[in-house]
């Protein structure tokens, strides 16, 4: 069997894609007051609560904000999930930079250009805004594509609550634990992340082996484009037989020989998780219910 | 390789799940790019964006003409969604690849897995298509816009759609053809490809050949 299990020309890779890679380097919760990994920390630290709870307790709210059309009812959401983003999440420099400089701008750049693309026969009765060449802008379409552009934000907003406070491992790892995912499942997802710096490995290699063989595909821009689509097989070729040698190697580690394992990295579900999902249903409930129908009547 | 197709196709193998765990790697890496990408259109060219639909086809398209088993599009986009989760949405990109597997696989639940002809990957991917035009046309609230940009929006998807199958199913061919994943899918109906390469262990030298 051990001549079976040779690890592979790099050798390297074959041996930690069978364990769980651990909490990922360089995950969101570098710079928190909780330790990556452990879950402890201070109620206010979002990465601390349970991952499925910040990527899929939204899910029904976005479902929502798909179907809203009106201009406030995003707007208040998008309010809600941002400062739940500032307070709980407390993004690194760079990240709320580019949040708080960058949707504003995604939301004009975005009214204009749905506002061009609005339907004019809809909004007749408005003004002409402006017209370069064939695209005419009017007031009407324009806060047709406020809205769309603040249905947008809303939604980024919704999805970067769960997107910026957890991993993709900690989400595998809450599904096997919680969602009762089988574990060969997750921890086959868990060893695909160190898939991805193989394929860099890989590639060079393929390179190296078209440039001895003096594989020419001529000159030009499309000479490279088709340089670089004779990669894709043999790199799919490399990374799938990469995939059953690391499957051979797991197996020859008991990997799934008995229906339970033991667990790195635990995902508690705790009073903190509880109360943050009846909060992601209950403040947009009553943005819904009492405070749009109150500054609507004020307003009217 | 120890895999007694006979006894074990219809269980979760290892060899099984790391295969779609390569092929959603793959596919990962390609998405984060990807995700930019499509982020930058989406706010300002909607209609481009969607003619990136494609791309997001191709990994569940390959895997399940390659491997041909139950699961196999859900699992190749879990997995591309724990890797492309290095992209601006995080980790909810896992969700929206998990969908997007699931309703590739539909129209192959419905036959049984048992049918496994191109026409099917293509219907499977004109269910995806329909439903994803259809959120699309939801969340952009196209009913507003002029029908011209509406059929262009629905041309375009449905066509880099068609467009992504129809890579994933070439790509299945070469692979299939390379000698990759033998033996890994149940009963074939189709005799083996003529192509027979010599059984290295060591992949990358067969890889090469394959180009």
């Given amino acids: 069997m051990s001549a079976v299990v040779r690890p592979g020309p790099a050798g390297v890779e074959t041996r930690p894609a069978a364990v769980d890679p651990g909490p990922a380097a360089g995950s969101p919760g570098d710079r928190s007051g909780a330790r990556p990994g452990t879950f402890a920390g201070p109620a206010w630290d979002l990465r601390t609560y349970d991952p499925l709870v910040t990527t899929l307790g939204p899910l029904p709210v976005v479902v929502f904000v798909f179907t809203t059309r009106d201009l406030l009812t995003p707007a208040l959401i998008a309010a809600a999930a941002l400062a739940v983003v500032l307070v709980m999440v407390r993004p690194p420099g760079r990240v709320l930079a580019a949040l708080l400089l960058g949707l504003p701008l995604l939301a004009v750049v975005m009214t204009v250009s749905f506002g061009v693309l609005t339907d004019p026969h809809t909004v007749d009765g408005t003004t002409l805004v402006a017209s370069v060449g064939p695209f005419e802008l009017w007031s009407g379409a324009l806060v047709t594509g406020l809205a769309t552009s603040l249905r947008t934000v809303a939604l980024l907003l919704l999805v970067l609550v769960g997107g910026l406070s957890t991993t993709g491992a900690d989400v595998v790892r809450a599904m096997v634990q919680q969602l009762r995912v089988p574990y060969r499942i997750g921890y086959a997802a868990l060893a695909a992340l160190r898939f991805v710096p193989r394929f860099g490995h890989e590639l060079e290699v393929i390179r190296s082996a078209h440039r001895v063989r003096g594989v020419d595909h001529g000159r030009g821009p499309l000479a490279g484009l088709r340089r670089q689509a004779g990669y894709a097989v043999p790199l799919l070729a490399g990374g799938i037989r990469h995939g059953e040698r690391v499957s051979l190697a797991m197996e020859a580690r008991g990997f799934g020989a008995h229906p339970a394992r033991t667990e790195r990295v635990r995902i508690p579900f705790r009073a903190r998780d509880v109360v943050f999902l009846v909060a992601t249903y209950a403040v947009p409930a009553t943005i819904v219910l009492v405070v749009v129908p109150a500054l609507a009547r004020s307003a009217g | ?211």
């Fill in chain 2, 1 to 211: 390789m120890p895999t007694s197709t006979s006894r074990t196709s219809r269980s979760l193998t290892t060899r099984y799940l790391m295969t779609c765990a390569a092929i959603g790697a793959a596919t990962g890496v390609l998405l984060v790019p990807a995700n930019f990408v499509s982020a930058a259109l989406a706010s300002t060219v909607p209609v481009l964006y969607s003619a990136m639909v494609g791309l997001w086809i191709i990994g569940p398209v390959l895997a399940l003409a390659l491997v041909r088993r139950p699961g196999a599009a859900v699992l190749t986009m879990l997995v591309a969604g724990v890797i492309s989760s290095a992209s601006p949405l995080g980790a909810s990109s896992i969700l929206t690849c998990l969908m997007i597997g699931a309703a590739l696989e539909l129209v192959f639940l419905v036959t049984l897995y048992r049918v496994w002809s191109p026409w099917l990957f293509c219907t499977g991917t004109f269910v995806f298509a329909a439903l994803y035009t259809w959120s699309a046309f939801v969340a952009f609230d196209a009913a507003a816009m002029a029908t011209v940009v509406q059929v262009l929006i629905v041309v375009l998807m449905m066509g880099s759609a068609l467009a992504g199958a129809w890579l994933g199913l070439l790509l299945a061919r070469r692979l299939e053809k390379a000698g990759v994943a033998r033996g890994l899918a149940p009963a074939r109906t189709r005799t083996a490809a003529p192509v027979e390469t010599a059984a290295a262990p060591s992949g990358t030298a067969t890889a090469a050949e394959s180009a």
